[in-house]
């Protein structure tokens, strides 16, 4: 009987100890896919590493002269149109879809000729076939040309906290205000 008493006690004592498991994400969460990236700094980062958080996500590549500066630019404009302390609480990730050519290095020269804030922006690379999934996910579609260009959409979408497609855009001038709004709403979920 008190061996009995003593093994409860103890395995009672080691569930209660044990690590608490993440809650399972919805079935419409990006972050289903188990993605590893690569950010500016040649750091890995997980695809879900801002889950908890709103985030402005979209895919681009860096030798771009006309659409992708103007994608940052809205992201930017978005970000402004936010107060301080709403800022500090929403990333943004932006992700070659140019793996080749998208180095970290590149990817940080990137950051630095457009003064992107470290702690709040990704610029992140995968390989072909991860970045090809995460398109699809997200809708975006890109396609290279021979010129070695590429042809893609140009939208800023936004995730809630758990990885949810909660707004879009393909207004790249300024900040959208129907894209603003539903990241103050995301923001206001997660004070509840």
Known sequence: MKRRLLLGSLALALASSAPTPALALPGDSIYQLDATLTDQRG??????????????????????QFVC??????????????????????????????????????LAAMARQRGLDAS????????AATVRKIAALLKFQ??????????????????????????????????DERLVGAVRRQLAVGQR
């Open 43 to 64: 750091q890995p980062v997980r695809l879900d590493a801002a889950r908890g958080q709103p985030v402005l996500v979209s895919m681009f590549y860096t030798s771009c």
């Open 142 to 175: 890109y396609r290279a040309l021979p010129d070695g260009e590429f042809n893609h959409s140009a939208e800023l979408i936004l995730l809630d906290a758990e990885g949810r497609i909660a707004a879009r855009t393909a207004n790249l001038a300024g900040a």
């Open 120 to 127: 709040q922006w990704t610029l992140a690379r995968t390989d």
């Open 69 to 106: 500066p103007m994608l940052i630019d809205a992201a930017r404009d978005t970000e402004a149109a936010l107060t301080e302390a709403q800022r500090r609480r929403v990333k943004v990730l932006l992700i070659s879809f140019d793996p080749t050519r998208d180095t970290p290095d590149k």
